[in-house]
């Protein structure tokens, strides 16, 4: 039974790294995109915002199982106060601080519509931190005696890094000429 | 301030807001248009007050609003 | 008798152009204890009445914004005479960067309360106060027009019948006009609505009158013929679609071009988008892009239409109203001028032949 929990947890941890790199690269193709297409922008949306409601599903189920099996120690504090693990404290700190981002980001988002869009931005901003600390803490604790789980992780690694990487080199015209004209004197 | 369940409300375009994504368009069967830039055409449009709700609901930028009563 | 009760026996109306009653914005203001922004940046394109109400009335203008408010700013261009006068009065000045949108109400509000001085989108009016895109607080502000406020004081001093006394009975009182361009006495001038528009281009010595603008960017066109015959005042400017406004004159003579200048004008609007709405930032480009291929008679006539069509997408899209100033300016000109436009989709611009040889 015990062994049952372990294994549980690191799968529901691996698969949820996989859809949390999903939704990060849909969010990043829903911002980044050089051209905009009404319905492709619909459809990457609705799957953005369910399949980040559907991963929780996964994220709760792993840290669920990781404090309940006591194969190693993890206690219920530290899944949810960073860094107070007895097992392994820092890196099981990186999942725990990227649960607890995630829970504001998906918070603040669910709030959408009541809360200030300039609050939700920088919450929702948060991802960029949430994200490579999820991975740091996927990889250093998957074991090398199971290749796929920690080959899957770096997959994730690599293909968020490369979207990441893309976001970044461009922007739509819209919000390249809003930052042109931002740059002139306005105060 | 009316707050029944059926009945219109008017939802408005927060134009500093709106930067063209076009799910307005689509989410609306294309009753709000699109300029050739991608920004809605119609600033303000009368609805049922769950489709506006919808709508608001579905703008990426956050760009719609509900109309405030006067 | 309360000063709102004076003011709309008075009939006072904005002098920055919009033409809102002031008894109305003022009554708001005392009801919320706002505070008051005088405007004397002259924000419009060949406008020069502000500097000149700070430059010779200033104590008047300060009675009238004491009558007003208990806190007032200043607003003027940063390094301007207007700013320089000012502070040397000793007052609190609110350095505007000069920005045609710059100076515009809420713009002046959001720069006031530390934000940029870029329009604010709003769903009520900026005056009573609110919150800008980045959740700061706005306050209630009074936004009047520098010589608005000089004219409170003026009605305060002399009464509502005294105002009325100049002007028409639907637009009263006495107006500053600035008379710019081609003419050879160019500046401010004591002015009011139903005076003959002849009566101002002959004080400003105006020849040779291709056309006339009015109210610069936020106005429109007339015709020589139209303009010497014409009434200054709304009304009787109404039957060509354009306001007196913020009471600016533009005299173009024979000898310049007006599509060149349209051109040119467009391209400076283009530039003065504040970058916030996509109609705006896009749509005022693409507009002047056509112009200057229609100034170098290369725009294709089929394309007119396209022209027309991204006008009429300007109006009612913006936090502001400075698309739709932009559109009216372009749209009045292009029907105005209609003849010289012709010309130039044929290629036969005069002016334009002489530059194309000068730049060869």
């Not at chain 2, 919808?54 to 956050?62: G, H, I």
């Not at chain 3, 300007?314 to 559109?327: E, N």
């Amino acid at each position: 039974m015990n062994e049952t929990l372990w294994y549980v947890s690191r799968a529901t941890g691996t698969l949820s790294i996989v859809l949390m790199t999903v939704v990060m690269i849909l969010g990043l193709v829903l911002s980044g995109a050089r051209q905009r297409a009404g319905t492709r922008t619909t459809v990457i949306q609705g799957v953005h915002r369910s399949l980040a409601l559907g991963m929780l599903t996964f994220l709760v189920l792993h840290i669920a199982t990781a404090v309940a099996e006591t194969y190693v120690h993890i206690d219920l504090i530290s899944a949810f106060v960073p860094f107070t693990s007895p097992y392994r404290r820092f890196l099981v700190g990186l999942g725990t601080l990227g649960a607890d981002i995630l829970a504001a980001v998906i918070a603040t988002s669910v709030l959408r519509q009541r809360i200030s869009q300039r609050v939700w931005r920088i919450v929702h901003r948060a991802t960029f931190a949430m994200w490579p600390l999820t991975i740091w803490h996927g990889i250093a604790m998957g074991t090398s005696n199971e290749p796929l789980l920690r080959g899957t992780t770096i997959a994730c690694a690599v293909a968020g890094g490369v979207v990441l990487i893309w976001r970044i080199a461009g922007s739509h015209r819209d919000s390249a000429r809003r930052r042109e004209v931002l740059r002139q004197e306005w105060t | 301030m009316r707050r029944d369940k059926r009945g219109e409300d008017e939802v408005v375009v927060d134009r500093v807001a709106c930067t063209a994504h076009g799910v307005c368009s689509v989410v609306s069967n294309g009753a709000i248009e699109l300029d050739e830039f991608g920004y809605p055409v119609p600033s303000r449009l009368t609805m049922g007050r769950r489709d506006a709700r919808e709508l608001v609901a579905q703008c990426p930028a956050r760009a719609l609003l509900i109309a405030r009563d006067r | 008798m309360s000063l709102v009760a004076l003011l709309d026996d008075a009939g006072l109306t904005g002098r920055g152009g919009a033409r809102f009653p002031t008894s109305i914005k003022l009554k708001s203001a005392l009801e919320t204890g706002a505070d008051l922004i005088v405007n004397a940046c002259d924000g419009e394109i060949g406008v020069h009445k502000d500097a000149l109400v700070v430059a010779e009335h200033l104590d008047a203008l300060q009675h009238g914004a004491d009558l007003l408010a208990r806190r007032v700013q200043w607003a003027a261009h940063r390094g301007s005479a207007t700013e320089r006068r000012l502070r040397n009065a000793g007052l609190r000045v609110l350095p505007v960067p000069s920005r045609y949108v710059a100076s515009e109400e809420s713009a002046l509000v959001s720069l006031l309360h530390g934000g940029r001085a870029r329009p604010i989108m709003r769903q009520a009016p900026i005056s009573t106060g609110g919150k800008d895109a980045q959740g700061r607080r706005l306050r209630p502000t009074l936004v009047l027009n520098a010589e608005t406020v000089w004219r409170v004081s003026q009605i305060e001093r002399h009464g509502a019948a005294w105002f009325r006394g100049y002007g028409t009975a639907e637009e009263p009182g006495p107006r500053l006009v600035t008379m710019g361009g081609n003419v050879d006495r160019p500046g401010v001038y004591d002015s009011e609505a139903g005076v003959p528009m002849r009566d101002l281009l002959e004080a400003a010595g105006a020849v040779d009158v291709r056309g006339v603008g009015i109210s610069g960017m936020s106005g429109g066109w007339l015709r020589g013929r139209d303009a010497w015959a014409a009434t200054w005042s709304d009304a009787g400017l109404a039957p060509y679609g354009i306001p007196t406004g913020t009471g600016a004159v533009h005299v173009l003579g024979r000898s310049a071009c007006p599509v060149d200048h349209l051109a040119q004008i467009a391209t400076f609007a283009a530039g003065e988008s504040a970058g916030q709405c996509g109609p705006c930032m896009f749509g005022v480009p693409a507009v002047a892009s056509q112009l200057e291929r229609l100034a170098d008679g290369v725009l294709p006539a089929e394309e007119m239409l396209d022209l027309h069509h991204r006008l009429g997408m300007l109006p009612g899209r913006g936090a502001c109203r400075f698309p739709d100033g932009v559109s009216r300016f372009v749209a009045s000109g292009l029907r105005t001028f209609s003849a010289e436009v012709d010309a130039h989709l044929a290629g036969e611009c005069v002016l334009m032949q002489e530059r194309a040889g000068a730049t060869r």
